[in-house]
């Protein structure tokens, strides 16, 4: 059997990858009084004197609502709710395996911005965090900006945000072992979507100063006739010399490559184009821009994929379960930059300096000192950002 086939074996197997799991015994009479009624009643009642007394009489203070409308799923497209369910069955099971994370799976029947809102803010006050996944560019920061306008929980769209937070991590950790300054990379971006414009962003707030993007039709420039409006603006804080053409003008004196786009989309003689040394972050799964030995051949000195089979995983799972960990344990009311950064920062700093090589330049995903490194780092910002609650 191949991978798809042994997996499908196993989903028949396992029938759900999560369950729910009870915290206390009712084995007789007097549990059954405590855990349910009459006793249920007092934490009922004192909830409802203090709402924020849900975060102690109740599971909220960990758990973490994944969320999807099924519009962009892996790399499967738009494929509804319920065939997404399996995707965010997993993304609860990494929350448990590696941050101790509680998290329900949520697929959701609709498209509509307003619905998708109304739906999770209606039902937010059951969670201390929501995860919003696999949801498509542009409605995606539709969606999360609202919400986050709506709710007093954390909302995180991690294909945007944990993609952007690793990536960082692994930039800064590229230029640690080759010496550079990350205020002074040229960074060529390609791909526009959810996670190409959060990257873009994110790299611009660790200090890169110079980002080039492309969409399908070629490089982002200001004045253009750009009909996303997520791209549009995007074209207002990159590409400042106002380039234009395809990727392969793009790439010329480039010091970096990120891709977030299509298979095969670089060639040998466009990274050879590039400044001596580059950095290749090709993560279009599953097969990158550039497969990981064309780009070293070419000259490529650091090369990052999405996937497991070559060094360099860029790989979220570094990232989401930490960061709400946490989020939840000092009660966040948002995931702030300032979170995020700490993130990022804290994913570099797992790597030490013995471990740091051109073959791994981020931690390994089972390393279970990660979740809690990070944890601890957002949850420290979060306090010296004013929106921890405890």
């Not at 405590?34 to 004192?46: H, R, S």
């Not at 399908?216 to 200001?222: F, H, L, M, P, R």
């Not at 977030?260 to 060639?267: E, G, H, I, M, N």
Request: hydrophobic share 45%; glycine share 8%; proline share 4%.
């Amino acid at each position: 059997m191949n991978v798809m086939e042994e997996s499908l074996q196993m989903h028949k197997q396992w029938q759900g990858k999560i369950e729910v799991c009870t915290r206390t015994k009712i084995e007789n009479a007097r549990d059954l009084t405590l855990a349910y009624t009459p006793g249920v009643a007092q934490p009922c009642l004192e909830i409802q004197k203090d709402p924020d007394l849900s975060y102690e009489l109740t599971r909220r203070s960990n758990l973490v609502a994944v969320i999807t409308d099924g519009s962009a799923v892996l790399g499967l497209g738009d494929i509804g709710g319920l065939a997404g369910m399996p995707v965010m069955e997993g993304k609860c099971a990494l929350f448990k395996a590696f941050a101790d994370v509680d998290a329900f799976p949520l697929c959701i029947d609709s498209n509509d911005v307003d619905t998708i809102v109304d739906t999770i803010a209606l039902i937010s006050g059951s969670f201390g965090g929501i995860n919003l996944e696999d949801i498509a560019a542009p409605r995606c920061f539709e969606i999360e900006a609202k919400l986050k306008e709506r709710v007093d929980i954390p909302v995180f769209h991690d294909d945007q945000h944990g993609t952007a937070i690793v990536v960082g991590a692994a930039m800064l950790n590229a230029c640690k072992l080759t010496g550079r300054k990350i205020g002074e990379l040229k960074v060529v971006m390609s791909g526009a979507g959810a996670a190409g414009c959060a990257i873009a962003k994110f790299l611009l707030s660790l200090g890169v100063k110079d980002i080039i993007m492309l969409n399908s039709k070629g490089i982002i420039c200001e004045g253009d006739d750009i009909r996303n409006p997520a791209q549009a603006e995007m074209a207002k804080i990159t590409n400042r010399k106002h380039l234009r053409g395809g990727l392969a003008d793009a790439m010329k004196g480039a010091d970096v490559f990120v891709g977030v786009s299509k298979p095969d989309l670089v060639t040998a003689d466009m990274v050879k184009s590039m400044n001596e040394k580059p950095f290749i972050f090709a993560m279009s799964n599953p097969v990158p821009e550039i497969m990981p030995d064309v780009a070293k051949s070419a000259g490529a000195y650091i090369v990052g994929t999405g996937r497991s089979d070559f060094p360099n995983q860029i790989n979220n799972v570094v990232a989401f379960p930490g960061i709400f960990k946490g989020a939840l344990a000092v009660r966040a009311s948002d995931i702030n930059e300032d979170m995020k950064l700490a993130a990022a920062h804290a994913i570099a700093a797992c790597v030490s300096d013995e471990q740091l090589d051109v073959d791994f330049i981020l931690p390994n995903a089972f390393d279970r000192n990660v979740s809690i490194k990070v944890a601890e780092a957002v949850a420290e910002a979060a306090r010296k950002s004013g929106v921890a609650r405890i």
